[in-house]
Nanobody, 123 residues
Framework: VQLQASGGGSVQPGGSLRLSCAAS????????MGWYRQAPGKQREMVAV???????RYADSERGRFTISRDNAKNTMYLQMNSLRPEDTAAYLC??????????????????WGQGTLVTVSS
């Protein structure tokens, strides 16, 4: 199973970006998916999480500015980020709780992480 995050870039304060995280591999089911971020010198923190049924949870600082969504048919999650602030500058990583299958036909449950996509908010 692999997660590929994309969509990062450089924007001015107040701007918007849309991140994507696509899962691929021998996937049977994806449960929770989430976005996390890590700024230089800081600990990784949760940004938003979405369940397979579409229930969402946000960090307080992102609520109202960011929107997490997913397309289960495409095994893809999104993060629409509006009203970006300099303090949103970080590497954004995605994760997913995945039930995958082996070549032998057995099931394996695991949490997988993408490689991260860099978001820079600066004037």
């Amino acid at each position: 199973v692999q997660l590929q995050a994309s969509g990062g870039g450089s924007v001015q304060p107040g701007g918007s970006l849309r991140l994507s995280c696509a899962a691929s591999g021998r996937i049977s089911r994806i449960d929770d998916m989430g976005w996390y971020r890590q700024a230089p010198g800081k600990q990784r923190e949760m940004v938003a999480v979405i369940t397979s049924g579409g229930s969402t949870r946000y960090a307080d600082s992102e609520r109202g500015r960011f929107t997490i969504s997913r397309d289960n048919a495409k095994n893809t999650m999104y993060l629409q980020m509006n009203s970006l602030r300099p303090e949103d500058t970080a590497a954004y990583l995605c994760n997913a709780d995945v039930l995958s299958t082996t070549e032998e036909g057995s099931f394996v449950a695991g949490r997988y992480w993408g490689q991260g996509t860099l978001v820079t908010v600066s004037s």
